[in-house]
């Protein structure tokens, strides 16, 4: 069975500081991993994904993760923090051994920016 | 906007009753997938169609069921409700239902049982 772990319910950071939020898996295949950002009252949208092509995943608002195998993480990073990446953000894992496009889910960190 | 939608955006209902939750997946997406999201068990998996077929089962409990119609359209039906069903329910979709595809994710549907 697969899991998530996120590290940190919540992360604040100051406005133009380094984001980091921490995900780390358990699969016992080669796993696809994804990272979504939802924001209130709202669906959740991706922000980047790896497919087992580059290790170094560069997505949208400018973030960026690096899967790394031996650390079986997969840990989201933004250079510089904007008032607007206030959100909740979800790591996911699907199965790359299966036909099934299902994620599993961490609990989500929310992320508080202050000015 | 993901382009799937749901529908009704909120719905208050009472122990006990039944309701019917309704996705429409994106233009040319011929997998779609429910998810709920409560505060204890956060997002979870439900189930998932491709092309009118069940494809995959999560933790859903036997009072709910789902299908996926002709048109791909999505119903989530919940009966004989609890006070703990309530939560938001999220409907997603993607091309070909393959695990490496993008889900793009409904607006969801919030349903409080009262």
């Known amino acids: 069975a697969q899991s998530v772990t996120q590290l940190g319910s919540h992360v604040s950071v100051s406005e133009g500081a380094l984001v980091l939020l921490r995900c780390n898996y358990s699969?016992?295949?080669?796993?696809?991993l994804f990272w979504y950002v939802q924001y209130p009252n709202q669906g959740l949208q991706l922000l980047l994904k790896?497919?087992?092509?580059?290790?170094l995943v560069k997505g949208i608002n400018g973030f960026e993760a690096e899967f790394k195998k031996s650390e079986t993480s997969f840990h989201l990073t933004k250079p510089s923090a904007h008032m607007s990446d206030a959100a909740e953000y979800f790591c996911?894992?699907?199965?790359?051994?299966?036909?099934?496009?299902?994620?599993?889910f961490g609990q989500g960190t929310i992320l508080t920016v202050h000015p | 906007d993901s382009g799937v939608t749901q529908t009704p955006k909120h719905l208050i209902t009472a122990t006990g009753q039944r309701v019917t939750l309704r996705c429409s997946p994106r233009?040319?997406?011929?997998?779609v997938y429910w998810y709920q999201q409560s505060l204890d068990q956060g997002l979870q998996f439900l189930i998932q169609?491709?092309?009118?077929?069940?494809?995959a089962k999560g933790n859903i409990l036997e009072r709910f069921s789902a299908q996926q119609f002709p048109d791909l359209h999505s119903e989530l039906n919940l009966s004989s409700l609890e006070l703990g069903d309530s939560a938001l329910y999220f409907c997603?979709?993607?091309?070909?239902?393959?695990?490496?595809?993008?889900?793009?994710f409904g607006p969801g549907t919030r349903l409080t049982v009262l």
């Open positions: 169609y491709y092309n009118g077929e069940e494809r």
């Open positions: 233009s040319g997406d011929l997998s």
């Open positions: 699969s016992s295949v080669p796993p696809y």
């Open positions: 790896y497919t087992s092509a580059a290790t």
């Open positions: 996911a894992v699907s199965d790359s051994g299966t036909s099934y496009g299902k994620l599993t």
């Open positions: 997603a979709s993607s091309p070909t239902g393959q695990p490496n595809n993008e889900q793009f």
